[in-house]
Structures are given as C-alpha cells and as structure tokens.
C-alpha cells in the first residue's frame, strides 16, 4: 500500500518580532504583559511588513521544505495551503505561490479551515498521494492574521501572529502496518452550528467568544485524540511527540495532560510565534525536527481545533 511520507519541512516568521509589550505600545492594547503569559503563554509574536503577503511567508517556508527534502519544484505534482488570510478573494493564493517557486505544471489550491487548515490540507494530500494521483505534495499553512485584528479589541488582539510553515510529503511502499513510515491515519470534523462563536465581521475583524472556543477546544481535541489512538491502536505511552495547534498554552497543557504526556514530549511554540492560525503546527513541526527533537521512525499526533468550528488530527511515523 502507498504512504505518504514526510520528507522535509521549513517555516518562515516575519522580521519583526513584537513582544507583549511592544505590542501594547505599539497599538495603544489595554493590557499587559503579565496578563497575556498568564493567560494565554504568548511571550511575543511576529507581525509581516508592509506589503509583505501570505503568498510570500508560504514561498519562502515551501523553498526551506524543498531544500531540506533534497527536491526541486520540478518533483512536485501539487499544491495545497492552507490559509484564512489569502492575498486576494480570487484567485486561490496558492496559485501565487506556485507562480512564485516557477511550478508551471500540476495544480495548486487552497484550503479554508482556519486553525485545523494545516491538518486538513494534509488529509487532502495524504489521499491524493494514497489514490496515486501524486507522488510529491507541497502541503503548507501561511497566514498574515494580523490583518484581521481589531487592535481595540483586546480579547484578540493580543492572541494572534503571522508566519509560514510547510511539508514535502511522496509516495512510499508500505505494508499497511503501524511499523510503516508515513501518515498512518488522519480525522477531520467540523461542526458549522458554532459559526458565530469565531468568525470575522463586515469589517474583516475577528470577533471570538473566548471561553466558549476555550470550552470546545479542550472538548474537541481529546475526542479527537482519543479517535486517532482508538484507529490507530497506539497506547498514549507510544506516542513520541504530540504538535498540538499553538493557541494558547493552557490548551496545549491540558491535551498533554489529558493523554499522559509528559510536558517534555509536547511541542510548544506558542510563546514565541502565538497564534498563527493554519501556520502553527508546520511552524511547530519545522522548529522541532529541524533542532533534532522529532527523529526518524517516531510516532507524532498532530492536533487542531479553530473556527467552524473544524478539528482534527493526524498520526505520523516520522
Ligand atoms: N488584557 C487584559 N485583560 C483582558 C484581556 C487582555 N488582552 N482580554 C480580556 N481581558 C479581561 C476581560 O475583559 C475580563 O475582564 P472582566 O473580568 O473585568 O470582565 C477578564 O480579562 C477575563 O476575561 P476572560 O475572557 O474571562 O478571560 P479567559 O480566562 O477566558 O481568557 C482567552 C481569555 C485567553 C481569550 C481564553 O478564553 C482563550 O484562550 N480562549 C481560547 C481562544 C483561542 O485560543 N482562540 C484562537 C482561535 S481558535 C483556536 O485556535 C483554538
């Protein structure tokens, strides 16, 4: 049977690094530097320059996970990105991003699940590259969301941050075994009766009802887990690394947790990048294979919640 496996990764973070109280300075927030750690974990965000768009982090994030692949754009048969701040309405902002790597064959589009976009955009490719309709698959997450804050609203304004992470993934023999290499189950749920709870309004701001996001995010994400360890057969105790989506610390904690793992075993970014939205977990996954956490033949569980809501996980033997 056909896997896909992971062959490289990269992520790129705007210049501009703004901690909590730069920020507050900067946009005049009505809050703290104390209250943001406590609540949240966030320490400092980066914020992209002006003119600098969604398509730009996810170029540069696809060139670092071709390089690290050992491939060239010519190897890829598509694209997918996963983003809630497209450059444009149309067309998809993936189609930039091919224009830019000089990708002049296959396809290339996009994916709308806001936080869970990454694990979404590679359910897609895992399937496209398990039917053999491709053998080579960019899969990135990019935002620049700091273009959808109200920066007078502090409940979200502080949460939020740009950046770009992405994954080469190919086609690989495997048994069909827990012991292959590769994505080896994936979960994808959302429910749209919880539109209103997160969404943006006419003015393209996002406006959250914070503990209730809270309340299903921790919901959510253990059911999630549950149903990939239950497909997947594996004991909480196997698994290596869990890359839970970086919202907010006290969420990332609280899957750990629930699953047993140590706090060692749980990769955290949140301090440093915030919430990037569809970028968080390949931003995650590029910092902590590329400082050699995440090993070859290790069991990694993705983990997502966001507006929709969508959620969903992913299993991975590195
Ligand atoms: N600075 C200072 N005070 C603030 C701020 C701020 N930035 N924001 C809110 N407050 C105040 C509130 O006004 C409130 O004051 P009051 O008690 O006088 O009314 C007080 O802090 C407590 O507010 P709560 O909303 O009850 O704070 P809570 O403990 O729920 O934390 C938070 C808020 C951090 C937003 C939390 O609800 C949360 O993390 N929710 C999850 C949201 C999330 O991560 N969304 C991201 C997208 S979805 C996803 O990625 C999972």
Redesign the pocket.
Known sequence: MIRSVVLGCGSYLPAQALTNDALIEARK????DE??QR??GIKQRHIAAEGEKTSDLATQAARAALSDAKLTIVDIDMIVLATTSPDDALPATAAKVQANLGMDHGFAFDVQAV?SGFVYALTIADNFIRLGQARHALVIGAETFSRLMDWND??TS??FGDGAGAVVIGAREGQGTNDDQGILSTHLHSDGRQYDL?HTDESRCVR?N??E??RH?VINLASVVDEALEATGFKPEEIDWLVP?Q??Q??IDGTGKKLGLPAERVISTVALHA?T?AASIPLALATAVLDGRIKRGQIVLLDA???GFTWGAAVIRW
């Open positions: 927030i009505d809050s703290s209250w943001i609540r949240t936080c502090r409940t502080v949460l997160l959250m914070g503990k996001v809270f995010a989506h919202a907010n006290r969420i919430n939205s919640m966001g507006a």
